[in-house]
């Protein structure tokens, strides 16, 4: 998944990009209000985290301009002030949580972790489709009760692709998404990734949780089971 | 912009020049018209006078007698002239007076037609005439037309004009200075007032005097009185952020050491945790102090009115969005267009924090509802404000508890209750007051009553 964050103050915002970027996220960053709102409409974007207090732009402004292009996915707010107040600004602008300032870095991981899960659909961070279980917090993978063993590439695949079970996502997303910029990008190592994924998922080739779609992409093809 | 005064006095001279303008023009035409007329009565009575005294003489043709019984038209250059002339203009007879003078001929008026004119000497002299033409009857039955003519000249009449309009300038300009004399005095007097408000306020400014002494006209008690209010609720808020400011310097002084104090064993277990306690607690105590109430009841009045409705619904819906996975069921009951006379920070802080703590302990019910508390010579009406919640409960000792606990920062125990801390202030600096009880949902409810402001507080 590619994350973006906007932070103007540069202790704070490496020291986010570097956990989230070890918990295995693509992180694009931003230091100022125009660079990030460059970044927040021209990159493709799973999630963005905002500081609200910018330099050049504000941070509700660039929430205001995102949402008025039409961008739907989910926007964090990482706030130094606490009153309701601002909180309030802050959603009504377009925004879908909000973390207050100073943070702990876990709490940040865990909002961003239930957004991406409710922009795909889920209501928990376990996410269960057939015999498939991907706990996104412990990121932990089991096929009828048994624990797989996955790289961490391999896990943020299926990730992805679990997350938007049903919809079906292109080699070029998944590549975009996945690696970070600079990464080679060759869609033959996207292939490879699916047939291992499939092999350990599923060895007999009896449950089918990713279908091909040729000249489309893949697709997570098992039936949710919703658990509220 | 001009002073108050000198507004006044150039509107009252302008007034006073545009009336003393108006007198002058309207008594000088009289005085012109009146001295006219009497001129054209005494030319009149000439006329008659000359006519009187032609005779024909025996070749029947009119002459004039050898002298005549008006001085003045014997009198060489005394200004009063007369002439006779036929019909053909050629003249006939011509005062003594007018010896050297040519009269000029002006217009002949019909016969037996009087005609006033104003001519002139060939100096330049402005003259009044009368002309008469006449149609003579003889002895011997015929008759000739004949043109009397009576002139004076107007220079002793004009220098009179003149005198007059001088006089009458000179009188009025005198009464016009002295009226602005007056005015400006009148003024003096009934500005005195609003400069002993701004000495006394300066006074105040260099601590010389602690409030508007009172002692004012009836028009201006009421901007001493809510001069004073203002000076009060300003003393009182500055008093306040010097005391949050002393309380809030102080009270980070103790995570401070105690973090110097962390430091000497850094290498030691559990450092990390045991550091990071401490800074939770700084944050604490920053947030409390940043959340504090914003306005106090005295600077409600002048605040703008929160629209109850519109902004719960704005932290409803941002607090659906951040409880969006424990997806609890709102029941909001705001009576529609229900404003509350106070800060809009404060407000969404009492409802948010009480929102969002019943988001955290319900089971799936949230209910929000705010009524107007309406008194008696209220001149803006209070609010209760109820939150309830389908979770829990807090048993009645525990919510004293909570209720007592203690607004001063060392005693507040970190990581909870700040929200109820911050709220209970609110509805304090609101006269109002925060209670715990039990909700017909099963869970807890809390209740902020605020009173309505009446006029009888403020005097």
């Not at chain 2, 106090?296 to 409880?323: F, I, M, Q, W």
């Not at chain 2, 969002?356 to 509802?369: F, G, L, P, Q, Y």
Request: glycine share 8%; charged share 25%.
């Amino acid at each position: 998944m590619r994350l973006l964050v906007i932070e103007d103050d540069s202790t704070l915002r490496e020291s986010l990009v570097r956990k989230l970027t070890e918990s295995g996220f693509a992180v694009e960053q931003a230091a100022d209000g125009k660079e990030g709102l460059y970044f927040a409409s021209e990159y493709p974007i799973d999630l963005a985290i905002i500081d609200l207090g910018l330099p050049e732009l504000s941070g509700l402004e660039i929430i205001e301009k995102v949402r008025a292009d039409g961008h739907t996915y989910p926007i964090l707010i990482l706030t130094a002030r606490d009153r309701w107040e601002d909180k309030v600004d802050g959603l009504s602008a377009g925004a879908d949580d909000y973390v207050v300032k100073p943070f702990h870095f876990e709490e940040v991981s865990a909002r961003v972790n239930a957004l991406l899960r409710r922009s795909g659909g889920w209501a928990s961070s376990v996410l269960q489709a057939g015999p498939v279980t991907l706990d996104m917090s412990r990121q932990d993978v089991m096929v009828n009760e048994t624990s797989i063993d996955l790289t961490s590439f391999e896990y943020k695949i299926l990730e992805y692709l679990m997350v938007r079970a049903g919809q079906v996502i292109s080699k070029a997303e998944l590549t975009d998404r996945l690696y970070d910029q600079d990464f080679e990008r060759d869609s033959n190592v996207i292939e490879v990734f699916i047939g291992r994924l499939r092999k350990k998922l599923d060895p007999e080739n009896s449950i089918k949780p990713i279908e091909t779609l040729r000249g489309r992409g893949y697709r997570f093809a098992l039936e949710r089971n919703q658990v509220d | 912009m001009r002073s108050l005064s000198s507004r006044l006095l150039i509107s009252v001279s302008v007034l006073l020049l545009f009336f003393f303008g108006a007198t002058i023009a309207v008594l000088d035409r009289a005085f012109t018209e009146a001295g006219e007329q009497a001129r054209q009565d005494i030319l009149d009575g000439h006329l008659v006078g000359l006519l009187a005294a032609a005779e024909p003489d025996d070749t029947g043709k009119l002459v004039m007698p050898a002298r005549l019984r008006e001085p003045r038209l014997e009198r060489i250059g005394s200004g009063l002239y007369a002439e006779l002339r036929d019909f053909d203009g050629d003249v006939l007879w011509r005062s003594r007076s007018a010896l050297g003078l040519e009269i000029p001929i002006g217009t002949v008026p019909d016969l037996g037609n009087h005609l006033f004119g104003r001519e002139e000497l060939d100096d330049g002299t402005p003259l009044l005439t009368l002309s008469l033409t006449v149609d003579w009857e003889l002895d011997n039955g015929e008759s000739q037309l004949y043109v009397f003519k009576v002139a004076e000249s107007l220079d002793g009449f004009n220098a009179q004009v003149a005198g007059f309009r001088r006089q009458l300038f000179g009188w009025f300009a005198v009464v016009a200075l002295a009226m602005v004399l007056a005015f400006s005095m009148l003024l003096r007097g009934l500005l005195k007032p609003l400069r002993q408000i701004e000495t006394e306020i300066t006074e105040i400014e260099e601590g010389d005097r602690v409030s508007l002494s009172g002692k004012f006209p009836t028009e201006l008690t009421g901007v001493a009185r809510n001069m004073n209010l203002l000076i009060d609720s300003e003393r009182a808020r500055s008093d306040r952020y010097r005391y949050t400011l002393d309380n809030l310097a102080h009270s980070l002084k103790t995570p401070l050491a105690a973090m110097r104090a962390l430091l000497h064993d850094r290498h030691s277990e559990g450092f990390g945790n045991r550091f990071n306690e401490q800074i939770d607690r700084m944050d604490e105590i920053v947030r409390y102090q940043l959340r504090k109430p914003a306005a106090s009841v005295a600077d409600n009045l002048v605040l703008a009115p929160v629209h109850v409705e519109k902004e719960v619904t704005r932290l409803v819906d941002g607090l659906r969005k951040v409880y969006h996975d424990k997806h609890p069921e709102f029941d909001v009951r705001v009576e529609k267009g229900l404003q509350f006379r106070g800060d809009t920070g404060d407000f969404l802080e009492l409802a948010g924090n009480l929102l969002d703590n019943a988001c955290k302990w319900c089971e799936s019910k949230v209910r929000i509802s705010v009524v107007p508390s309406v008194g008696a010579r209220a001149i803006a009406s209070g609010m209760v404000l109820t939150v309830a919640d389908d979770g829990p409960g807090i048993p009645p000792d525990a919510a004293d508890a909570l209720l007592q606990r203690g607004m001063r920062l060392d005693e507040s125990t970190p990581g909870h209750g700040i929200g109820l801390a911050v709220v209970k202030d609110i509805a304090h600096s609101y006269s109002g007051r925060l209670s715990i009880g039990a909700s017909d949902l099963g869970g807890a409810e809390f209740m902020v009553s605020i009173p309505p402001v009446s006029t009888a507080k403020s005097d």
